[in-house]
């Protein structure tokens, strides 16, 4: 004869270990997504870690002094509200991805000017590219660049 209580408690069981397991993996995907919120003076290369954002930038980053910052093809950052990217002299972006793996630049929220964009000033380091980037989200949709 069938236990009918037996088998409500093991299916019970089951979906909280089923359930409790993909809460911690999402935990896990947040977990290893790095805030960036001071200025870059040294080089630094940015990794495709995860699905989704990988890094989110709070406030204007300056890239400063001769730092080099290096990303991975398929790496996406998300910037806070009126967030930037500022790249000074001497300094350079490196952003090459390719046409099935592109870099993406976005906003935390999918919002028109959500946040500032990417800016050179006064730069002509022959590192500077932005190869097979998004950039979406940004309030201007260029880039710019002033001397």
Known sequence: MINLNKIAITCL?????????????????????????KDIT?????NN???GVDYIIQGCIELKASAILTIEAGTTIAFTQNSCLE????????????????????????TKGFWDGISFYNTNNQENVLSHCIIEY?????????K
């Open 13 to 37: 069981v089951l979906s909280y270990v089923f359930f409790t397991s993909c809460e911690k993996s999402e935990d896990t995907k947040i977990l290893n997504t790095e805030v960036i919120s």
């Open 42 to 46: 040294s080089n630094l290369t940015l």
């Open 138 to 146: 940004a309030r201007n949709a260029k880039i710019k660049y002033s």
């Open 49 to 51: 870690n995860v699905n």
């Open 87 to 110: 790249v000074h002299e001497f300094a350079a972006i490196k952003a090459i991805g390719t046409e099935t793996n592109p870099i993406t630049f976005t906003g935390e929220q999918q």
